[in-house]
């Protein structure tokens, strides 16, 4: 299901009191996938389910319910290589993703992760290797982890 709540859109469970929680002793399991647009308004300009339809990661979110959950470890890999896809689309002036934790009520570490895109009018090839942030968001907020671009130090060569 998407919930579009202040601009924002988000996968998330569709019956929140009906949300059966992975065992205590799990892993960090991914929770949330949620698209925003900050230099825009938090309005893109496609529909948002284009873009969550693109998306490897949604094959990975949790759904209520259902017992099994997918691994945090398992779904990273495939959030990368969602953000060197959507990069090399041309599409974007700029995209970075965040990655904070969203814990479950027993304790169970549930990770939220936040694709942010810069869109372009017009679609053009990208020519750097990753996508250079805006300078306003070049750090993540507080409590949030940059997952993507890779810093210098991590970047493919």
Do not use: C
């Amino acid at each position: 299901m998407l919930a579009v709540a202040l601009g924002f859109v988000t996968a998330v469970p569709a019956a929140r009191a009906q949300v059966v929680q992975p065992p205590p002793s799990s892993p960090p399991v991914l929770r949330y996938l949620e698209l925003r647009f900050p230099t825009q308004g938090n309005r893109g300009f496609h529909d948002p389910s284009t873009y969550l339809r693109q998306s490897d990661t949604t094959h990975y979110l949790s759904i209520p319910g259902r017992l099994r959950y997918s691994l945090y470890t398992e779904a990273e890999p495939v959030i990368l290589a969602d953000a060197e896809r959507f990069w090399r689309s041309g599409q974007f002036e700029s995209l970075w993703v965040d990655v904070t934790d969203s814990p479950f009520e027993n304790g169970v570490v549930g990770k939220h992760v936040v694709f942010n895109f810069v869109e372009r009018a017009e679609t053009r090839i990208p020519t750097a290797d990753n996508p250079t942030t805006p300078p306003e968001f070049r750090q993540p907020p507080a409590g949030h982890q940059r997952l993507y671009p890779p810093p210098e130090d991590r970047r493919y060569r």
